[in-house]
């Protein structure tokens, strides 16, 4: 499975969680780290923790493993690394205030994979 397989994989695991506000950045131009982004949002903790396992549980239910997971237990942002996609779940407040869209804005928007 390929890196865009994965990140449509994940996004529609996110999508069926209502997941808020789902971007997408091809970063592979600009760095070797990965070659998806996906940055999203929940209400509160609980859902974060949910978007975070529904992600966890379809990916590795399609075979692509979980290297690393970041700040789960907080749930204000948490990251899941699967080598080539990297997803970013944050709470409102620290999505506007870590802004990596911004950061990232070197990387290409994607609209739809």
Known sequence: MDSKEI???AIKALEDKKAEEIKTIDISEVSVIADYF?????????????????????LGRAGV??????????ANWVLLDFHDVI??????????FYDLERIWRDGKQIDSL
């Open 7 to 9: 990140a449509r994989l």
């Open 38 to 58: 996906i940055i999203a949002n929940g209400t509160n903790h609980s859902q974060i923790q949910a978007l975070s396992d529904h992600v966890e549980e379809t």
């Open 65 to 74: 493993p979980l290297r690393q997971i970041e700040g789960y237990q907080n």
């Open 87 to 96: 997803i970013h779940i944050f709470d409102k407040e620290n999505r506007l």
